[in-house]
């Protein structure tokens, strides 16, 4: 007769708790990744959006948005710190946080070009000097 704690042919009645596997995504980018904590704002046709980036490449940056929004498909990220307009492109899109190619880039220092008006406004409003 088997053992009460085993099932047939005496094997366990469960299977043996399994600790999780420990498994990283691969990383699917050339460049690395530098993590960020600056203050942005993006800004876009009837768009001023307060937002955080995260972390920043040589070719992109990750923000963080408050609230998942649908984004236009090019937007200017205005860094506060770094005083600059960068044109970018939306990769992906992930709840709060959007995955952007950047484009060129612009100081918001003086004059800026009649394209950047919206974004300079945006950054003196913030605390832009």
């Known amino acids: 007769m ?13 299977a043996p708790a399994r600790e999780p596997a420990l498994t990283q995504q691969p990383e699917r980018r050339f460049e690395p990744r530098r993590p960020s904590h600056s203050r942005a704002l993006i800004v876009a046709p009837a768009v001023e959006l307060a937002c955080l980036i995260v972390d ?12 998942a ?22 990769v992906w899109s992930k709840g709060t946080e959007v995955g952007l190619k950047e484009g060129a880039r612009a100081s918001l220092r003086g004059l800026v070009p009649s394209r950047l008006a919206a974004a300079r406004a945006a950054w003196m409003r913030a605390g832009g000097r």
């Open 56 to 67: 920043r490449s040589p070719r992109g940056m990750k923000i963080r948005m408050d609230r």
């Open 2 to 14: 088997p053992d009460p704690g085993q099932g047939r042919a005496g094997r366990p009645d469960r």
């Open 69 to 90: 929004l649908s984004l236009p498909a090019r937007v200017i990220i205005v860094d506060v710190e770094q005083a600059a307009a960068i044109e970018a492109e939306v």
